[in-house]
C-alpha cells in the first residue's frame, strides 16, 4: 500500500479530530521539520513524511491516555487504507512506551523533530523577535535551563539525535529554520 491521502486531506483530517490551535500548530511545526529532512533524505517522499508529520498526534485531543495515543489513531488510518504502514510505524514509534521500534529514517526524524519542535515553538514565544535570531547555541542554551518548557522531554531530543545520527547544532538549525520558513515560529 502506498499512501494516497495528500497533505491538503490529511490536514483536513487532523483539523476534524483537532480544535486545538496549539495542538494543530504543533503537528504542523513538526510536519514542516520532518518535511526538512526528507527534502534531503529521501526527495521523493516530501509529501508522504509531511503527511506523517501532521497526523503524529491527530488522535490526541481526543484519546490522550497512553492506553489510546497513538493507538486509536492508527486503527483509524488502517481503515482508511490510504496511509501504509511505514507512515504508521513511524507514528506508533513516536510514543517511546508503544514498543514499536524506530528503525526507518522516516521514523526516526518523526521523533527526533516531535519534542523539538515544542522546544522550539515555546523559545519564539518569549523572543520580542520570535524566531528571526534564534540559533542552535540559543536552542542549547534554553535546554540547559530546566524550569523552561519543562513538560519537553531532554531525554527524548537527546535520543532522538543520536538514533539519527546527526549533529546537534545541525539538527537544531535545520528545525529552527524549517518552522520559520513555514510560517509558524
Ligand atoms: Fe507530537
Redesign the pocket.
Known amino acids: 500500500m502506498t499512501t494516497s491521502i495528500s497533505i491538503p486531506a490529511a490536514r483536513a483530517l487532523m483539523h476534524d479530530w483537532t480544535a486545538n490551535p496549539a495542538l494543530r500548530h504543533?503537528?504542523e511545526a513538526?510536519a514542516a521539520c520532518v518535511a526538512a529532512y526528507a527534502a534531503e533524505l529521501a526527495p521523493d517522499e516530501v509529501e508522504r513524511w509531511t503527511v506523517c508529520g501532521l497526523l503524529?498526534?491527530f488522535d490526541?485531543e481526543r484519546h490522550p491516555t497512553p492506553a489510546e495515543h497513538p493507538f486509536v489513531g492508527v486503527t483509524h488510518l488502517r481503515e482508511r487504507g490510504d496511509v501504509d504502514e511505514g507512515v504508521i510505524e513511524a507514528i506508533l514509534g513516536?510514543a517511546t512506551y508503544s514498543g514499536v521500534p524506530r528503525t526507518t529514517p522516516l521514523a526516526k526524524a518523526l521523533f527526533a523533530c516531535?519534542e523539538l519542535?515544542?522546544f522550539i515553538v515555546a523559545c519564539g514565544k518569549v523572543r520580542p523577535d520570535s524566531l528571526a535570531s534564534l540559533d542552535a547555541g540559543g536552542v542549547r542554551k534554553k535546554l540547559k535551563n530546566k524550569a523552561f518548557a519543562a513538560a519537553v522531554s531532554r531525554e527524548d531530543i537527546a535520543l532522538g539525535i543520536e538514533e539519527m545520527g546527526v549533529d546537534e547544532d545541525a539538527h537544531f538549525a535545520r528545525c529552527v529554520a524549517a518552522i520559520r520558513e513555514a510560517g509558524l515560529g
Open positions: 504543533h503537528m513538526v503524529h498526534d490526541y513516536h516531535d519542535a515544542g
